[in-house]
């Protein structure tokens, strides 16, 4: 589902050369790595968020290294959840609706489902200023999924929320992964998540991105 072919990325003084890993359909692939060695460059350049220099980027059966991101259909949850601060949270969750001209009474629907899906629909006529790091984060997974993309990519989804916030965030990604055909990249350090969600581990070893075992971590 995704494959990367000989990926060459510059960014700055920093650099990846050469990496190729793949993704089959349906997969909750890990990919794990020290901080500051890609991970998150390598997620952006799927995503169509960062250019490579050279190399291919294949969804199915299209190459996608110069789509606009739009064009890619890539559910994206940033680290920090990126949530527009000015909307409430339902006009948060719609707005890849809204851009994609849905209708109105369509976008009420999904926005709703969503959000009862994922436990926030108490959240919907608020702004986002002022929630916790767990709603963000659900908020944000809920925004992401609204247009019923194939792909979903995670950058660190839990790596600011405290414990027990953590402990829910798994157990409701556990269940995207059980009740959905989504083939979901998820970037982190933590072994435990990595034991407790993944089908596939990808781990950088000296700027090459290697496909590891489970019982490896």
């Not at 920093?14 to 060695?37: Q, R």
């Not at 952006?44 to 291919?56: A, D, N, Q, Y």
């Not at 767990?134 to 790596?159: H, N």
Request: net charge neutral; with cysteine; aromatic share 6%.
């Amino acid at each position: 589902m995704i494959h990367c072919v000989n990926l060459n990325i510059n960014q700055g003084d920093f650099s990846l050369s050469d990496l190729s890993f793949k993704i089959n359909k349906g997969d909750y692939a890990i990919l794990m790595g020290k901080t500051g060695c890609g991970k998150t460059t390598v997620m952006e350049s799927i995503c169509g968020l960062r250019k490579v220099k050279s190399g291919e980027i294949w969804l199915g059966d299209k190459e996608i290294s110069n789509f606009m991101p739009a064009k890619r259909e890539i559910g994206y949850v940033p680290q920090d959840g990126a949530l527009f601060q000015h909307m409430t949270i339902a006009q948060n969750i719609g707005f890849a609706l809204k851009i994609r001209k849905w209708d109105k009474k369509k976008i009420d629907k999904r926005v709703n489902a969503l959000a009862s899906d994922l436990g926030i629909s108490y959240l919907l006529k608020r702004e986002a200023h002022d929630l916790s790091g767990g709603e963000k984060q659900r908020v944000a997974l809920a925004r992401a999924l609204s247009f019923y993309p194939e792909v979903i990519c995670l950058d660190e989804p839990l790596s600011a929320l405290d414990d027990h916030t953590k402990d829910e965030m798994m157990d409701l990604l556990k269940t995207l992964k059980v009740n959905s055909d989504l083939t979901i990249l998820h970037v982190t350090h933590s072994k435990i998540e990595a034991v407790n969600l993944g089908d596939k581990v990808f781990k950088f070893d000296d700027g090459q991105v290697k496909e590891l075992q489970i019982s490896e971590l």
